[in-house]
């Protein structure tokens, strides 16, 4: 009897944390009506300025996500007593659109002060942003909450360099429990942005997987010396840089892509089809894309009473 009743303690407890666990579109429908349309119209600004604001805010998501779940953890600024992630490899000089998401958080909590998390502000941003630049829309789920520390080590060996192999690459999706399609379809996000000659050079001088014309067309900008024009930007999508559209998947059949990693995902491999599809059907891509955006968003959240709603998203309470 003191077993059973231990054991429906426990069974108790497994479901609180499973429904703990639970985020929901409709999260803040009652604490903060406002907050989507809110985030919504300052996005929106942000990316009529500048289009590769989009771009930058929807990777903010994902290099939040990889880095002990989706807990805004990529926003908080170092101190003199606290290390966060900016400085990791792929965030430093890379990584942008602080200011934009300062600014939301500032207007979020004029209407609603304490309620919205900066984790849920960076999944909303990144919907909105493939939606201003074009791209599907979904139901963002909500209900995350931000933690209160972070992690450089797991920045730098969570979040996958544009120098991996296709294996390299499943396994680091894998970790986050995503799929080799979760992989090629969130790739799809290099269909806007830009990157720097430092990443992309290798791939441009060295590899033989690269279509001659659009080496040379890179190289132009993006000198062969290590050290020389690192910064230089040159688009992710060749074709559509700005458009949210399915141009990546082409540009990859005409290997045409920038980095190593984005070639990879069509190298002769198991993914082959997949870009073929996603080249041919925007529909097929849009929706798995979408899906898989969902799934990234729910990489380990911190719900309930973990964590903290920060009032400042670049510093914990
Ligand atoms: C599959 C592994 C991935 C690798 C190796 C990778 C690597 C990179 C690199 C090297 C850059 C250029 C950064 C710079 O030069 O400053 C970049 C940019 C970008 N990445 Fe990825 N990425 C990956 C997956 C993703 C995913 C899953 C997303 C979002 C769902 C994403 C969204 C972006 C965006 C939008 C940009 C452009 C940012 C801007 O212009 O500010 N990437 N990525
Ligand atoms: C975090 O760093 C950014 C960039 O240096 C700065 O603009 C912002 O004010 C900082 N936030 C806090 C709370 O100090
Ligand atoms: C890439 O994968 C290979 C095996 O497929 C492994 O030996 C190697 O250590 C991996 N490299 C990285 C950087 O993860
Ligand atoms: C290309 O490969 C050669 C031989 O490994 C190396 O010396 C050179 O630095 C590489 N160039 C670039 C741009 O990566």
Known sequence: MAAAASLSVMVLL?????????????????????????????VTAAVAQEPRMGASLLRLHFHDCFVQG????VLLNDTATFTGEQTANPNVGS?????????????VEAVCPGVVSCADILAVAARDSVVALGGPSWRVLLGRRDSTTASLSLANSDLPAPSLDLANLTAAFAKKRLSRTDLVALSGAH????SQCKNFRAHIYNDT??????AT??????PAASGNGDGNLAPLDTATSVAFDNAYYTNLMAQSG????????????ATDGLVRTY??????????????????GNISPLTGTQGQIRRACSKVN
Do not use: W
Request: hydrophobic fraction near 45%.
């Open 95 to 107: 990584i942008r659109g602080f200011s934009v998401v300062d600014n939301i958080k500032a207007q």
């Open 14 to 42: 497994c479901l609180a944390a499973v429904v703990s666990a639970q985020l929901s579109a409709t999260f803040y429908s009652r604490s903060c009506p406002r907050a989507l349309a809110t985030i919504k119209s300052a």
């Open 70 to 73: 989706c807990d805004a953890s």
């Open 258 to 269: 920038l980095l190593h990693s984005d070639q990879q995902l069509f190298n002769g491999g």
């Open 209 to 214: 997987n690269v279509n001659a014309a659009f």
């Open 217 to 222: 067309l890179r190289k132009a900008n993006c």
């Open 279 to 296: 080249a041919s059907t925007p529909t097929r891509f849009n929706r798995d894309f979408a899906e898989a955006m969902i799934r990234m």
């Open 191 to 194: 269909t806007i942005g830009l």
